[in-house]
């Protein structure tokens, strides 16, 4: 694998946004609720401990900006989630739970990064696939 410049600054912008919004999120729970006008948790340690979950996303991103060429599991792990995380909105959003104005959580979180983790897990494919290779003929 060629690393490519956009490669760490994309998993440095990734893991500093999680870990920025991991702490905002910790700090005030209930912010999603109020900007998506959805009635606020009763136990909003709930979404501080999802805050939580991003940060440490977010550090696992950073170690791919360290090390691009060892990222690709950490990455599509990151890709599955942000994948995961607007089938579950959609099927919110279609039972009326959430409004339309919630889609501000996984457009921010979820939809920006899919182009460009898609862009870099194709670049880190072939590298991963050698990896088992060089593996299998050491054991």
């Not at 694998?1 to 870990?19: C, D, S």
Request: glycine share 8%; net charge neutral.
């Amino acid at each position: 694998m060629v690393v490519k410049t956009w490669h760490r600054v994309l998993f440095i912008a990734a893991g500093l946004y999680n870990v920025v919004w991991a702490g905002l999120s910790s700090l005030y729970p209930q912010w999603f609720f109020h900007i998506a006008e959805v009635e606020p948790l009763n136990h909003p340690v709930i979404f501080a401990c999802l805050a939580m979950v991003i940060g440490v996303y977010g550090l696992l991103y950073l170690e791919v900006a360290r090390r691009p060429r060892d990222g690709f599991a950490i990455a599509a792990v990151g890709l599955l989630g942000k994948v995961l995380g607007p089938l579950g909105w959609v099927y919110m959003f279609l039972s009326g739970e959430w409004p339309l104005a919630s889609i501000v959580l996984i457009a921010t979180n979820d939809l920006i990064w899919w182009l460009p983790f898609c862009l870099y897990l194709r670049s880190a494919w072939p590298e991963y696939v050698k990896s088992f290779q060089a593996n299998s003929v050491e054991t």
